[in-house]
């Protein structure tokens, strides 16, 4: 339900304009995708993580065919804008649009501090798609390090995880929220889904001349061939789970042990294991 509701939403904001973008849309099930990260979350929080799914694949995709780095900038910079001051214009679009819904009712569900984690996370995000716009104009394949760290933000989880405790019911002081070990498990749940999505993507990502695969910088920097890269990429991903588990492991020494905390570490997990069976699902991963 949340994912049809998503998809007549993203229509009446104007995102799918064409048959075959809503066709997409449809077979990308990125409603399934919020209900495996969030599965005890209410129907409306469930709704809204859905819509903003649905937003962030359709502004991903509208910004990868972008032919200059100042419009993006300029594009999302306005985004950013609205969403902090709930001022439209006409100029912004669909995407303002749908991000002025989201705003009006996000300020509805959660108070003022929720929005606040959302922005800044919103801001580090956009400021990621701008180096990807730049990277991508000047035909500049990334260094792994370079990019292992864009992709941390790109993936896009962090905006997620700073509204967790609204859709999931349970709360964190904010010394709790700050944690190193708490932070290095959102850091490493975001890798691991982000190097994941590489992995089930690269062969439609060298098809339309993306650069921004952590296959194909492995390739470029290492001299790799595809199959030596894509085992190096498997690698990392796999190390970085064990080291995730590691880090949870750690969690009642530290005495991280609360239902809130649990509550949260059980939201990464479903991050990792959702993103998984829906790669399965989603016709958005298939060329």
Request: hydrophobic share 45%.
């Amino acid at each position: 339900m949340a994912h049809e509701n998503s998809i007549r939403w993203a229509r009446s904001q104007g995102l799918l304009e064409t048959e075959q973008r809503a066709m997409s849309a449809e077979k990308a099930r990125t409603g399934w995708l919020a209900a495996r990260a969030f599965p005890t979350a209410m129907p409306h929080g469930l709704q809204w993580a859905a819509d903003w799914l649905v937003l962030f694949c359709t502004l991903d995709d509208h910004i990868e065919k972008q032919r200059y780095a100042t419009e993006v900038e300029s594009d999302l910079l306005e985004l950013l804008n609205l969403f902090r001051s709930g001022t439209d214009c006409p100029r912004n679009g669909p995407f303002g649009s749908a991000m002025l819904d989201l705003r009006q009712r996000l300020l509805a569900l959660a108070p003022s501090s929720h929005v606040t984690r959302f922005v800044d996370q919103l801001e580090e995000l956009f400021e990621g798609f701008a180096i990807e716009a730049r990277n991508r104009e000047r035909d500049r394949i990334p260094d792994v390090a370079s990019y292992l760290r864009l992709r941390e933000v790109t993936v896009g989880l962090k905006v997620m995880f700073a509204l967790a405790e609204l859709l999931d019911g349970f709360s964190l002081s904010n010394d709790t929220r700050t944690h190193p070990v708490l932070r290095r498990l959102a850091t490493r749940a975001s890798n691991i889904v982000g190097w994941a999505n590489d992995l089930f993507t690269y062969e439609k990502e060298v098809l339309h001349g993306e650069i921004h695969n952590l296959v194909m910088v492995l390739m470029n920097e290492r001299g790799l061939t595809v199959s030596e890269a894509v085992q190096q990429a498997v690698a990392l991903h796999d190390n970085e789970v064990r080291d995730f588990l590691g880090d949870v492991a750690q969690l009642p020494s530290l005495d991280l042990t609360d239902a809130d905390v649990r509550s949260y570490v059980r939201m990464l997990k479903c991050w990792i294991r959702g993103h998984l069976d829906w790669a399965r699902e989603t016709g958005r991963y298939s060329a």
